[in-house]
């Protein structure tokens, strides 16, 4: 897309939510609504915000991954700052949260609110701050490099005219071993150039929407090697007039993560390691899920491929496992590494365990 075509459709998205939309209620699908109903804990974090704020959030999924205390936090997208008020809550006075949005009615609601909620949280002073601009042209913001730990963002990314853009600037301000964990829209099939120019089904969340092989290369090429699904909900679109407009196209909102780990592989590959979660990561007693795929059972030893010990060796979760194995040979591609499944390890390796994938 030239840049010409970027602009007209930056103003496009600006205009649908700056004065189309007023509230959640007046969207015209539930493609940028969260999937599923977030749990008692998200519930008691949700309303803790401004009610103002909460009645002008358009989100698709649950951007909240453990272990946030103390963490410098961006929120792509962020909208009237719903997300951001719930993470303030979670990375504490100490922390810091930053949202980046280009919608000025969706800022002026976003700071009307950062007295009130320092106020209610109890901080003695804000622990976030909003800023216009171009999510991609985190640059022209004056974002340093290898600055945040997490990177977050909740149905917005698709809403870009240059995706790999945005890519490439949050790889460039994640720490080494930070975290891109994202809610977004895909589609099964790369969308017709004549829906994309359709500036409703833009605004809605469908027709900027990536194919997600498209998506998984495009990941790739900026760095992000084999990103992580964490979970998948078909979307129904509930509105006869856009059903016909889309046809047999198939939208899912999805939460993925992905690390800033340079080592990675786009494949698993076997290095005869193995991890055993001790229980500690807060909510989390008895088990730990580093994707829909990799079940880490408490006090179990899991065999790992190299890329699944590295995002939890080289990140945030390092202190709360133990390791086994020196990872210097190498044995090929992991067995099985998909949906999980019980296994036995072959008899020379050992007693039988579990793999993580």
Do not use: W
């Not at 975290?179 to 017709?192: G, P, Q």
Request: hydrophobic share 35%; aromatic share 10%; with cysteine.
């Amino acid at each position: 897309m030239d840049v010409t075509n970027q602009e007209k459709v930056r103003e496009e998205v600006q205009e649908y939510y700056g004065k189309v939309l007023t509230q959640s209620t007046d969207l015209k699908t539930n493609a940028c609504c969260t999937a599923d109903g977030p749990s008692r804990e998200v519930k008691d974090l949700i309303g803790r915000v401004h009610e103002e704020v909460n009645a002008r959030y358009y989100g698709c999924g649950l951007i909240l991954p453990p272990l946030l205390d103390g963490l410098k936090i961006l929120d792509l997208g962020s909208g009237a700052g719903r997300d951001v008020y719930i993470l303030s809550q979670l990375v504490g006075e100490k922390g810091e949260v930053v949202g980046v949005d280009m919608t000025d009615e969706q800022l002026a609601v976003a700071n009307q609110y950062i007295d009130y909620h320092t106020q209610l949280y109890g901080y003695e002073k804000p622990n976030v701050t909003f800023k216009k601009g171009y999510i991609e042209k985190l640059d022209e913001l004056g974002f340093e490099d290898n600055y945040f730990d997490l990177v977050v963002s909740n149905c917005v990314i698709n809403l870009s005219p240059d995706k790999e853009a945005v890519l490439r600037e949050i790889y460039r301000v994640l720490k080494p071993g930070g975290e891109l964990y994202f809610s977004d829209v895909y589609a099964d099939r790369r969308i017709e150039p004549q829906l994309v120019k359709n500036p409703v089904l833009y605004g809605e969340c469908l027709s900027g929407a990536l194919y997600q092989n498209d998506f998984i290369r495009l990941a790739r090429k900026t760095g992000f090697n084999d990103p992580r699904e964490i979970e998948s909900k078909q979307i129904t679109i509930e509105n006869q007039e856009v059903e016909e407009l889309v046809g047999h196209i198939r939208f899912d909102s999805i939460t993925y993560r992905l690390f800033k780990i340079p080592e990675l592989e786009d494949a698993c590959e076997d290095y005869g390691q193995a991890l055993v979660y001790k229980g500690s990561i807060p909510g989390f007693p008895h088990a730990f899920d580093l994707d829909d795929h990799h079940h880490f059972e408490t006090n179990r030893t899991a065999l790992a491929c190299r890329n699944s010990h590295l995002m939890i060796a080289a990140t945030r979760f390092a202190s709360h496992f133990e390791y086994f194995g020196e990872g210097k040979t190498h044995f090929g591609l992991f067995p099985d590494c998909g949906p999980v499944t019980e296994k036995t390890v072959p008899t020379d390796a050992g007693t039988g365990t579990t793999s993580c994938c």
